[in-house]
């Protein structure tokens, strides 16, 4: 993960029958990660904080107009979206101008929502990247590692510290240390747990990969756009996004800490506990990042789930005749699925009203015995240039690959179930006792050329892991279990006994 925020991930791959790609995120280091963004003119350093009221007005703070207009706080804010690209020549009324200065023209430019603010404290001072704070808390407990960071400094009369007396929990030895201690000590530290806790090695091996690449520790602080932090009105007052207090009060406290300019701001104690104060507020933040984006109402799962158009549920059968990538679907479904394109064709061949043709395709869903709406189904299968109605067909929780295939459509069943290949069971995790796919009709043509290489059980016989066979689609089990019940239901000549013992040696 980039630093501690959302971030958008648009990936192309090049379509290869050679190679399978993947895609990882990584820890950023965070120090270098904004250097070079404020080379590249995609962030800049927050100033002092003045207060939320000031630092609303103010160009450079956590609510800069760098980061975009918002129209609730910027009386002008679309005038800026037409401009040069030194800036000199403003709003919509100059849009294609040439600028004298720049000698680029006036076009509208868009708001980026990936520019950066950072909060950076002095070389002396370090934090935790708060993903990796998420990866120590698992190997030595969220409890242990708070008594870690949280200093407990006794100080004398005389302003010196003084070592504490109290006996220590013998499972917590570096209890109060401070996180600067805490940095020093790192490799110590994390060994002891790991000694300790041998069965969470793999926390322990992460959290040493990334110290050596520099991330574990850093002096920034990453403050997202703020049009990723929204205004709202609240019984008719102007609020910001919770988070909002978190930024700025981690601005306020990162200033505290590089403050050195007056022997009390230099007291040790003081600096640790800001120091803790830095790190509780930023784990804020990150946890309510994760919360908005995670879960089943999370934000991910909220912008690809709800309800759609064109698509059906049915409980699947099977059917020994059909191919892998080949379905056949329930006529009531069908109807469902091609509601808009049935009432359009019904409409232009009948010359009848929109509502004439909806009311007509709306009883034949229910009756299913009209035989004009039948035809229009039958010839759309057939007439297809993929051969039957492109389709996707899912079944939650969609957890492997083969859990959403790319199939056609190539007949109509007279029931309410659908029927699919035995082939794709496995790869579905599917059986036969009541189980219902989700079914999603494809119209787009670039979009059924792209599901057609990388969601077809016919790419699939081939294992992406290690480029064998991939048994989940040998049809060999189902086979065997059914010419074995076969067998011994019924009365068989011999010739056709013959023939069940060679289909059984085949397989």
């Known amino acids: 993960m980039e630093e501690m925020i959302p971030i958008k991930i648009n990936v192309t791959y090049p379509m290869s029958e050679e190679f399978y790609y993947e895609t990882y995120l990584e820890r950023s280091q965070m120090d270098e990660k904004r250097i070079q963004r404020i080379k590249e003119g995609k962030g800049f350093v927050l100033p002092k904080p003045q207060g939320i009221k000031k630092d609303i007005k103010n160009g450079g703070s956590i609510f800069s107009t760098m980061f975009g207009s918002n129209n609730i706080t910027d009386v002008d804010s679309f005038n800026g979206r037409y401009r040069c690209k030194c800036g000199r020549v403003r709003g919509s009324l100059y849009h294609g101008e040439w600028c004298d200065k720049c000698n680029t023209r006036v076009k509208f430019v868009g708001d980026d929502v990936t520019l950066r603010g950072y909060a950076v404290l002095k070389d002396a001072y370090w934090i935790i990247h708060p993903n990796i704070y998420k990866s120590i808390e698992y190997l030595i407990g ?83 756009s703020s049009l990723l932090r929204p205004s709202k009105l609240d019984n008719g007052s102007l609020r910001y996004e919770d988070c909002n207090d978190q930024l700025y009060m981690l601005n306020k406290l990162v200033y505290a800490i590089n403050n050195d300019r007056i022997s ?156 699919v290949s035995l082939l794709i069971l496995k790869l579905m995790a599917a059986d036969f006792d009541g189980d219902t796919l989700t079914i999603m009709y494809l119209y787009n043509r670039d979009f059924i050329n792209v599901c057609r290489q990388v969601l077809n059980p016919r790419m699939m016989f081939i294992s992406a892991n290690d480029g064998k066979l991939d048994d989940r689609l040998l049809h060999s089990r189902d086979v065997i279990i059914n010419v074995n019940a076969m067998k011994n239901l019924y009365e068989y000549t011999q010739d056709e006994l013959d023939s069940i013992s060679k289909l059984q040696a085949m397989n």
């Open 142 to 224: 969220a409890q242990r590692l708070d008594h870690i960071l949280n200093p407990e400094v006794n100080i004398d009369k005389n302003g010196n510290e003084v070592p504490i007396t109290k006996a220590m929990k013998a499972n917590e030895p570096f209890r109060g240390i401070g996180i600067m201690e805490f940095k020093n000590r790192f490799l110590e530290i994390i060994e002891f747990y790991k000694n300790k806790y041998p069965q969470k090695q793999i926390y322990y091996d992460d959290i040493l990969e990334q110290y050596e690449k520099g991330v574990v520790f850093t002096h920034t602080v990453s403050v997202f």
């Open 264 to 419: 009390i701001n230099r007291k040790k104690k003081e600096k640790l506990m800001l120091l803790y104060n830095v790190q509780e507020n930023y784990q804020v933040i990150y946890n309510k990042l994760k919360d908005i984006l995670a879960k089943k109402k999370g934000d991910v799962r909220s912008a690809i789930g709800g309800r759609y158009d064109f698509t059906e549920r049915s409980v699947i059968k099977q059917d020994v005749w059909l191919k892998c990538d080949e379905v056949k679907l329930p006529f009531h479904g069908l109807c469902e699925l091609l509601q808009q394109v049935i009432i359009n064709i019904l409409q232009k061949s009948l010359s009848i009203s929109y509502d004439s043709a909806y009311k007509r395709w709306y009883r034949a869903q229910i009756t299913g015995k009209d035989k004009i709406v039948w035809g229009i189904i039958e010839g759309l299968i057939k007439d297809s240039p993929y051969g039957g109605l492109p389709v996707l067909i899912n079944r939650n929780p969609t957890i492997e690959r083969g859990g959403i295939l790319y199939v056609k459509c190539v007949g109509i069943n007279d029931d309410f179930t659908m029927s």
